[in-house]
Protein backbone atom coordinates (compact mmCIF):
# COMPACT_ATOMS: atom_id res chain seq x y z
CA UNK A 1 0.00 0.00 0.00
CA UNK A 2 0.71 3.18 -0.43
CA UNK A 3 -0.25 6.68 1.33
CA UNK A 4 0.38 9.97 1.01
CA UNK A 5 0.24 12.14 4.47
CA UNK A 6 -0.33 15.90 3.88
CA UNK A 7 -0.42 17.63 7.59
CA UNK A 8 1.49 20.97 8.08
CA UNK A 9 1.56 20.29 12.01
CA UNK A 10 4.74 17.94 12.49
CA UNK A 11 3.34 15.86 15.38
CA UNK A 12 0.25 15.41 14.33
CA UNK A 13 1.90 14.27 10.72
CA UNK A 14 4.37 12.04 12.89
CA UNK A 15 1.10 10.20 14.06
CA UNK A 16 0.22 9.20 10.65
CA UNK A 17 3.34 7.96 9.64
CA UNK A 18 4.11 6.23 12.59
CA UNK A 19 0.73 4.71 11.64
CA UNK A 20 0.44 3.98 8.18
CA UNK A 21 3.96 2.71 7.47
CA UNK A 22 3.31 -0.53 8.99
CA UNK A 23 0.68 -0.92 6.46
CA UNK A 24 3.23 0.42 3.48
CA UNK A 25 4.91 3.41 1.63
CA UNK A 26 4.55 6.88 3.00
CA UNK A 27 4.97 10.04 0.92
CA UNK A 28 4.48 13.12 2.50
CA UNK A 29 3.47 16.48 1.11
CA UNK A 30 4.09 20.07 3.52
CA UNK A 31 1.71 21.94 0.98
CA UNK A 32 -1.25 22.20 -1.16
CA UNK A 33 1.30 22.37 -4.59
CA UNK A 34 3.17 19.29 -3.58
CA UNK A 35 -0.09 17.01 -2.70
CA UNK A 36 -1.57 17.71 -6.24
CA UNK A 37 2.08 16.84 -7.78
CA UNK A 38 2.68 13.75 -5.65
CA UNK A 39 -0.73 12.63 -6.79
CA UNK A 40 0.06 14.03 -10.56
CA UNK A 41 3.28 11.54 -10.35
CA UNK A 42 1.95 8.65 -8.77
CA UNK A 43 -1.00 8.53 -11.42
CA UNK A 44 1.46 8.87 -14.39
CA UNK A 45 4.24 6.48 -12.81
CA UNK A 46 1.15 3.76 -12.15
CA UNK A 47 1.90 3.59 -8.80
CA UNK A 48 -1.37 5.31 -7.05
CA UNK A 49 -2.06 6.32 -3.67
CA UNK A 50 -4.23 3.96 -1.87
CA UNK A 51 -4.94 6.79 0.28
CA UNK A 52 -4.18 10.11 1.47
CA UNK A 53 -3.95 11.90 5.24
CA UNK A 54 -4.83 15.36 4.55
CA UNK A 55 -5.31 18.64 7.04
CA UNK A 56 -8.06 20.97 5.54
CA UNK A 57 -5.59 23.77 5.63
CA UNK A 58 -2.46 23.31 3.79
CA UNK A 59 -0.10 25.97 3.13
CA UNK A 60 -0.47 27.61 -0.13
CA UNK A 61 -3.97 26.08 -1.13
CA UNK A 62 -6.60 25.01 1.45
CA UNK A 63 -8.42 21.49 1.51
CA UNK A 64 -11.57 21.81 -0.57
CA UNK A 65 -9.23 23.29 -3.10
CA UNK A 66 -6.41 20.54 -3.08
CA UNK A 67 -9.30 17.70 -3.00
CA UNK A 68 -11.09 19.57 -6.57
CA UNK A 69 -8.13 19.29 -8.27
CA UNK A 70 -7.70 15.46 -7.33
CA UNK A 71 -11.22 14.93 -8.37
CA UNK A 72 -10.24 16.50 -11.25
CA UNK A 73 -7.43 14.71 -12.21
CA UNK A 74 -9.26 11.31 -11.30
CA UNK A 75 -11.95 12.37 -14.17
CA UNK A 76 -10.03 13.02 -16.42
CA UNK A 77 -8.23 9.99 -16.25
CA UNK A 78 -11.22 8.40 -16.83
CA UNK A 79 -11.30 7.37 -13.47
CA UNK A 80 -15.24 6.65 -12.25
CA UNK A 81 -16.46 7.26 -8.23
CA UNK A 82 -15.57 3.63 -6.98
CA UNK A 83 -12.29 4.14 -8.10
CA UNK A 84 -11.50 7.44 -6.47
CA UNK A 85 -8.52 7.70 -4.02
CA UNK A 86 -9.84 7.72 -0.12
CA UNK A 87 -9.24 11.14 0.57
CA UNK A 88 -9.51 11.43 4.29
CA UNK A 89 -9.57 14.72 6.27
CA UNK A 90 -7.77 15.86 9.59
CA UNK A 91 -8.51 18.95 11.49
CA UNK A 92 -8.93 20.87 14.60
CA UNK A 93 -13.28 20.55 14.25
CA UNK A 94 -16.49 19.65 16.55
CA UNK A 95 -17.79 17.29 14.94
CA UNK A 96 -20.49 18.91 13.43
CA UNK A 97 -17.89 21.08 12.05
CA UNK A 98 -16.08 18.44 10.39
CA UNK A 99 -19.04 16.62 8.98
CA UNK A 100 -20.03 20.12 7.30
CA UNK A 101 -16.42 20.47 5.49
CA UNK A 102 -16.59 16.32 4.63
CA UNK A 103 -20.15 16.92 2.69
CA UNK A 104 -19.29 19.95 1.02
CA UNK A 105 -15.76 19.27 0.50
CA UNK A 106 -16.34 15.64 -1.28
CA UNK A 107 -13.82 13.90 1.57
CA UNK A 108 -14.11 10.47 1.91
CA UNK A 109 -14.00 10.51 5.62
CA UNK A 110 -12.43 12.92 8.35
CA UNK A 111 -10.93 12.51 11.49
CA UNK A 112 -10.72 15.15 14.25
CA UNK A 113 -7.44 16.28 16.02
CA UNK A 114 -5.67 15.40 18.24
CA UNK A 115 -4.92 12.17 16.08
CA UNK A 116 -4.21 9.25 17.59
CA UNK A 117 -2.92 5.97 16.04
CA UNK A 118 -6.55 4.45 17.62
CA UNK A 119 -8.19 7.01 15.66
CA UNK A 120 -6.51 6.39 12.27
CA UNK A 121 -6.36 2.25 12.47
CA UNK A 122 -10.41 2.90 12.85
CA UNK A 123 -10.81 4.96 9.88
CA UNK A 124 -8.78 2.65 7.70
CA UNK A 125 -10.29 -0.26 8.83
CA UNK A 126 -13.87 1.06 8.49
CA UNK A 127 -12.75 2.05 4.83
CA UNK A 128 -11.29 -1.17 4.32
CA UNK A 129 -7.60 -0.37 3.80
CA UNK A 130 -6.97 -2.66 6.47
CA UNK A 131 -9.04 -5.44 8.07
Not at 29 to 36: F, K
Not at 59 to 74: A, F, H, T, Y
Not at 75 to 80: A, F, P, S, V
Request: contains cysteine.
Amino acid sequence: MKFLIAEGDLCQREVIEKTVENFGECCVAETGAQVVDAFVDSLKSNDVFDAVFMSANMPGMDGQCILRKIREIEKDEGLGFSQETPVIITEVLSEEQALEAYLRGNFTSYIIKPLTTDKIIAEMTMLGLIV
